[in-house]
């Protein structure tokens, strides 16, 4: 097994082995954590928006190796559903994963969850651009919009190169399309998230 504090923890919600660290199910918790924090009524997603609270107000945080439960899979969950709510849920998540980080102080936490929800945000709005069902449509203007906020937000926060910058405004132009994940790969590509995946100690011990 491994022990960790609660900020080994968080860091963990973004190495490579992210998604063992965020589910909700794989966990057994101590109940005096559930007194102040609440799961989201009427939310997907909703380790999303409680995991890092939970991590925090733990002093340590034990993963086993054994694999002891097993997660049954199924076509028709709403974990599979494709839908705009799901996507929805998840970029509230984010914006509120963000605030408590920022919050709380955290700030080389918050860089890192700032420039994965960026990451996200370029994904989707590609994903979505080629979708003409009217709530994709409204959820593609959502993506934009937030597209433009919080990569703004990482550019004015750390700037990088002057042709980086340069590309990205590129990008920006022509919003949707596949150059704007190339560019934020060239602007980023030797950042603190690539170090810390490709570094980080927690993911190769579990």
């Known amino acids: 097994y491994v022990v960790l504090n609660n900020m080994q923890a968080m860091e963990a919600l973004f190495s490579l082995n992210a998604v063992n660290f965020m589910l909700t199910w794989n966990k057994l918790y101590k109940a005096t954590l559930f007194e102040r924090i609440r ?8 380790d999303e928006f409680t995991t890092h609270q939970l991590f925090f107000e733990s002093n340590r945080i034990v993963f086993l190796k054994n694999h002891l439960y097993y997660y049954c899979l199924r076509s028709n969950s709403i974990m599979r559903e494709n839908s705009t709510t799901n996507e929805l849920n998840y970029a509230e998540a984010q914006e509120s994963r963000l605030a408590f980080f920022h919050r709380k102080g955290l700030t080389k936490i918050e860089r890192i969850a700032l420039r994965k929800y960026a990451i996200w945000l370029m994904a989707s709005t590609y994903k979505y651009q080629n979708l003409s069902k009217n709530d994709s449509t409204l959820f593609l203007e959502f993506l934009k919009k937030q597209k433009r906020k919080y990569v703004h937000k990482l550019l004015n926060e750390a700037p990088p190169s002057i042709w980086s910058r340069y590309v990205y405004s590129l990008s920006l132009t022509f919003l949707g399309k596949p150059v704007d994940y190339l560019a934020f790969r060239s602007i980023y590509r030797n950042d603190d998230v ?8 927690i993911q190769k011990d579990i």
């Open 39 to 46: 799961f989201p009524k009427g939310k997907t997603r909703e």
């Open 194 to 201: 690539a170090r810390f995946l490709l570094n980080d100690p």
